[in-house]
């Protein structure tokens, strides 16, 4: 992405949010509401079609000056729920361009949010890196977008390491949690020697971690307890998208989110899919698209199943966390 030198303009703070308890006890007051459909054609924009208590935003800490994005929700061993959530030093334009506050280049910070079972959000709390900043020089300049799942007994999540040298490198890594200090990292080197890697879809079973490397052509690989390749092939409708959020079991197989980015007259947006993948990790159904809040730069890194719904996790404009919780329904429309 080319810098440009932007006009500075106030980011608007997150309004006050319903918890899904309280938006859903003050409709029960009065009748029933049914469960909202999606129209089978047409352009679809979840926020047209479905009541403003499916969707929480996600706050940061107020003396927190990096803006949060990105949030990446999953759910530990025992059904509860978490979002890893990154915040950045810059500020996206309408166009092409950022702008930094008051730094040379782009940095991110992590922070674990703990979510209660109507996710509402109960504990926010900062994600050192420091270590692995200072002692591993691919990392130096920060994890970003980073995939959350339970694996192990713990917290890992995937990432991009960034390094700004001579040239901007991105490393997938691999890292490890104790509480909320990343206690450990494993580097996971492009398979196509890239010097920038990004958007791989973890799925972690059992002691099985695995990847979803590429669409189309299709490419996933096992990378514990072995590595190998499990699939190569092609799947020509997701020519052109990239991966999002991690994987999940689904009626058999295996649910993620994929986008598009997307760009016209230099306005930048991204587009959105379900997706069905086999037990090589092949997908094989690609849904509808769809955007969640509009026609704009929104980035998808997390989905989880909780209590018959399917919560999807999603950053807008690199500046604002948001959860949208969808019915069995409503996914199933989706992936039609």
């Not at 994987?247 to 993620?256: F, M, N, S, T």
């Amino acid at each position: 992405m080319d810098v440009k030198p932007k006009r500075r303009r106030a980011v608007p703070k997150a309004p006050r949010q319903e918890t899904a308890v309280k938006a859903g006890s003050q409709e029960g007051a009065g009748a029933e509401r049914p469960e909202a459909t999606l129209p089978a054609e047409g352009r679809l924009v979840l926020s047209e079609h479905l009541p403003e208590s499916a969707f929480v935003r996600l706050s940061v800490p107020e003396s927190e000056k990096y803006l949060p994005c990105n949030p990446s929700i999953a759910k530990d061993g025992h059904g509860g729920l978490s979002c890893l959530v990154r915040t950045v030093n810059y500020e996206l334009g309408e166009e092409d361009g950022i702008w930094f506050r008051g730094d040379p280049a782009p940095n991110t910070r992590n922070y674990l949010i703990t979510l209660g079972q109507d996710l509402s959000q109960q504990s926010v709390e900062w994600v050192n890196d420091l270590m692995v900043r200072n002692t591993r020089v691919p990392a130096r300049d920060g994890l970003e977008d980073g995939r959350l799942f339970w694996w192990r007994d713990g917290w890992w999540f995937t990432c991009t390491a960034l390094h700004h040298g001579p040239k901007v490198r991105g490393t997938m890594a691999l890292c490890k949690l104790d509480k909320t200090t990343v206690a450990g990292l494993e580097f996971l080197h492009s398979p196509h020697n890239r010097e920038v890697e990004k958007n791989w879809m973890p799925l972690a079973e059992g002691d099985q971690l695995s990847m979803v490397y590429m669409h189309h052509p299709s490419e996933s690989y096992e990378i514990h307890p072995t590595r190998h390749r499990l699939w190569m092939g092609g799947f020509p409708p997701l020519a052109g998208w990239s991966g999002g959020s991690q994987l999940i079991p689904y009626e058999g197989a295996y649910l993620g989110v994929v986008h598009q980015r997307r760009k016209h007259k230099n306005r930048v947006y991204y587009a959105h899919r379900l997706v069905q993948y086999n037990g090589n990790l092949e997908p094989f159904v690609a849904g509808r698209e769809f955007y969640f809040r509009g026609e704009q730069i929104e980035f998808c890194p997390g989905i989880v199943e909780h209590n018959g719904r399917y919560v999807v996790s999603f950053g807008v404009k690199d500046r604002e966390a948001w959860l949208v919780s969808l019915t069995e329904n409503q996914v199933a429309a989706l992936l039609k």
